[in-house]
């Protein structure tokens, strides 16, 4: 399986919208929700506690602001 880049749009009231896809041969899957103000999320592909990357991932720093998927990928 493999997922797309994250597209991160701020909402109304501090809310940030998340449109991923998640693509799984021919098949394509949209993953679209909300993370509400105050909930930890991935501030690069929009993971939170309850939605994550696919193949898991954990949060790579106190904030839980940065999951380590991306810190991989940012580090290369």
Do not use: D, F
Not at 56 to 63: E, F, G, K, L, P
């Amino acid at each position: 399986m493999i997922e797309a880049p994250s597209h991160l749009i701020r909402a109304a009231r501090g809310r940030v919208r998340v449109l991923r896809l998640a693509c799984n041969g021919p098949a394509v899957y949209p993953l679209r929700y909300t993370v509400r103000p105050g909930h930890p999320y991935c501030h690069i592909c929009g993971c939170t506690n309850e939605r994550s990357c696919i193949g898991r991932c954990a949060w790579a720093n106190a904030s839980q602001t940065l999951c380590t998927r991306c810190a991989e990928r940012i580090s290369k």
